[in-house]
């Protein structure tokens, strides 16, 4: 058997039949050996690309053999010439009959042939190049000839119930030019008694090819039917073979998939084993990455079905992933949404789903080559809906390891790095570490230090998730002392380092991690372990709020970013959110800056706005309305008449008072909107605000406001009304 090697090698061995095919070869058996004696048969066995017709043929080949029947095997596909494509054949049967040891005599003409064919090749163009005479030529040129009784005489060596059974493998990838000649002299030439052919191939091929260079033969198949006696099928491979085929080539090539990563996916998975064999091969190449990361960390599924879509088209793939997978989609809709709307009208949801990856589809104007686009939208459909709701980290983890290599931590290397802490590995070897692994994976220290950064704030929040979730006590206060070993563990980094990453820089990029975990978990201290655990917090962030120097304004978009989170957990201001932002800007600067940006009040008006700045500023007690203040308020509004900014900030202003007024808005204080209503901090907003003529539209809603003020008990001397105020 001279079936190619390789990833795509036929399998020699019936054991591996995993698509139930061995009957097949049995049925080529009795097709090949049992006709008479006398009599010739030629015998198609038809299938796709990639089917596994060269491994039935090769089964077909072992049965054959073992009733003592001589076997070649012949792939026609090197074969540039009619010449070749004889002497090929001929050798191949003259290897078979050496190797059955068959009579010398036999063998003789044939074995003069292919061995005097290159020296007769080399006398007729010699002949050729010499202008030698028409006579030396032809006499050179009848060495190339082959005819039956070459091959007859091998038959008969063979006894009289032997058969030669010639396999022509690979037939659809031979030379379209060669083909006709090729069955032709099978059917005519070559129609000899006690000679079997067997010939594999792709029907559709090589009828488009005896088409396409004799027309006169109008549908190519018809032209197969004058030639073949019989033609058998490759069955069609159904849903189980498919899954069983494709876990077998994993555990090969992949060991590392877990198995059944595949069920429920058979639908999708290809219906051809050359192309399950090369999704397997596909996976394979994860492994390195798939082994620094735990199992948790990867979706197998998406894999599988990342890896077919991408055979679609590498664009259209990405944009798939990233419109499908991320918050919000190409429709405006979230993905989570999305997913709801399926489950509450499958029908509906599914047809939307379509239009939308047709869209897709044509957006990158995808040509529907191997795949249809039926195929592609149920491939799409079953991978949405495998996905389902959850998160999808895991999702956009994967389909990256199959594009390129991780440059980031994984939770296995943040298991590793919290074993060598507990082991008293200290920051510097620690350090030492990252800085091995970052040059073994030829990534940067610095990017794999932050990542490794952001993974143990990460795995604290998720291992305080844990424990709120046991049911003893003594597991609660078990597993929230080992959260407390990344808390350690991120302070002492915090302090020393790691490779390219300052002491400073650590504390900058996982203090808005940290804070946003122990946000999610504020609330949770009525019991001495998670009391506990909220004071290691607030200690920990509040030392790293105090170093926070040059980096300063970083720290404190962290906290403005964690407030909505700290509201909806404490209810509205937290300890821990006052706490640091004393501790950050205690003149109320930040609270200030918002006077002199556009838009910086206005912000506040929102439902998520900062409730310390809102304080600060309404606060006629506060810093920003000192007049010991450097540059307080009051400074700042003076200069509205020249900065619209400021004048449209005090407007503004004047409407988050009567919002806190009516209670709409949370303050840190309840008293603090009627102290500044009888203050003269309202004068000095009012004056702002009135600094130049607004355009008519606001003239109404801004008297409206100055009497409800004045009802409420402000002075009317504070609220002075200008001309153009006053105009109807």
């Known amino acids: ?40 048969v030629r015998v198609g066995l038809l299938g796709d690309w990639g089917e596994g017709k060269s491994t039935v043929a090769g089964w077909t080949k072992a049965l054959v053999e073992g009733d003592g029947h001589l076997v070649a095997w012949f792939a026609p596909t090197a074969s540039a010439t009619a010449e070749d494509l004889w002497a090929g054949l001929a050798s191949a049967v003259l290897k078979a009959a050496d190797a059955r040891k068959i ?73 379209p030019r060669l083909l006709p000649g090729l069955l032709l002299a099978l059917r005519d030439v070559l129609d000899l008694p006690g000679y079997s052919f067997l010939l594999p191939f792709d029907e559709d091929v090589v009828a488009a090819s005896l088409q396409e260079y004799n027309k006169a033969w109008g549908d190519g198949r018809r032209f197969l039917d004058k030639i073949l006696d019989f033609r058998v099928r490759l069955p069609a491979i159904g849903l189980a073979e498919r899954r069983r ?210 993974a143990l704030c990460t795995g604290y929040s998720s291992a305080l998730g844990i424990a709120a979730d046991t049911m003893l006590a003594s597991e609660h206060a078990k597993l929230l002392a080992e959260a407390g070993t990344s808390l350690a563990l991120l302070g002492t980094l915090a302090d020393d380092g790691l490779p390219s990453l300052p002491p400073e820089d650590v504390r900058a990029i996982a203090f808005p991690a940290l804070l946003s975990a122990a946000s999610q978990w504020e609330r949770y201290a009525r019991n001495t372990a998670d009391a506990e655990a909220r004071a290691r917090e607030l200690t920990l962030l509040s030392k790293w709020a105090d170093s926070a120097g040059a980096q300063q304004r970083v720290y404190i978009e962290a906290v403005e970013s964690a407030e909505g989170i700290l509201q909806r957990v404490t209810g509205g201001e937290s300890r821990l959110r006052a706490t640091l932002r004393t501790r950050l800007a205690p003149d109320g600067t930040e609270a200030l800056a918002r006077l002199e940006q556009r838009g910086g009040v206005e912000e506040l008006l929102r439902m998520d706005g900062s409730d310390l700045d809102r304080t600060a500023l309404l606060d006629p007690n506060g810093p920003l309305w000192r007049a010991s203040a450097v540059r307080g308020a009051a400074a700042v509004l003076v200069e509205a008449p020249s900065r619209p900014a400021v004048q449209e900030n005090a407007r503004r202003l004047l409407d988050l008072l009567w919002f806190a007024l009516r209670g709409d808005i949370a303050l840190r204080a309840t008293a603090v909107p009627e102290a500044f209503l009888t203050s003269g901090a309202l004068g000095l907003v009012w004056d702002a605000a009135t600094a130049t003529p607004l355009q008519f539209r606001m003239l109404e809603d801004l008297r409206k406001l100055r009497d409800t003020f004045v009802e409420r008990g402000a002075e009317e001397a504070l609220l002075p009304v200008p001309a153009w105020l006053r105009a109807e």
């Open 1 to 40: 058997m001279t079936a190619m090697g390789g990833y795509d090698a036929a399998l020699d061995d019936a054991a591996d039949d995993l698509l139930e095919r061995r009957h097949v070869a049995r049925r080529l058996h009795r097709l090949l050996t049992g006709t008479p004696a006398d009599w010739s």
């Open 103 to 175: 009579e010398p005599q036999a063998t003789t003409r044939l074995r003069a042939f292919v061995t005097g064919r290159d020296a007769a090749r080399r006398l007729a163009e010699a002949a050729k190049a010499s202008k030698a005479t028409q006579a030396i030529q032809s006499a050179a040129t009848k060495f190339l000839e082959i005819g039956p009784g070459h091959l007859k005489e091998v038959r008969a060596a063979l006894g009289p119930d032997r058969r030669v059974v010639v396999i022509l493998d690979d037939l659809d990838r031979a030379d």
């Open 245 to 454: 085929l494709f876990e077998a080539e994993t555990a090969r090539a992949c060991p590392f998939v877990p198995h059944g990563a595949a069920a429920g996916l058979e639908e999708v998975l290809p219906p051809n084993p050359r192309q399950l064999k090369a999704l397997a091969r596909g996976l394979s190449l994860m492994e390195e990455e798939a082994r620094r990361h735990r199992q948790d960390e990867l979706d197998w599924r998406s894999a599988i079905c990342a890896s077919l879509l991408r055979e679609v088209d590498e664009a259209f793939f990405h944009a798939y992933v990233e419109d499908t997978f991320n918050a919000f989609g190409s429709d405006g809709i979230t993905r989570r949404n999305r997913q709801l709307e399926r489950l509450m009208d499958k029908e509906k949801g599914e047809q939307k789903e379509r239009e939308r990856v047709s869209g897709l589809l044509d957006r990158y104007a995808i040509p529907r080559v191997g795949m249809s686009t039926d195929n592609i939208l149920q491939l799409c459909g079953v991978w949405l809906q495998d996905v389902g709701i959850s998160d999808s980290g895991r999702v956009y983890r994967t389909v990256r390891l199959l594009t390129e290599a991780s440059e980031g931590a994984t939770w296995a290397d943040h298991d590793n790095v919290l074993q060598l802490f507990r082991e008293g590995t200290s920051a510097e070897g620690i350090a030492e570490w990252v800085g091995q692994q970052a040059t073994q994976r030829g990534v940067t220290a610095r990017g794999l230090a932050v990542t490794l950064i952001l």
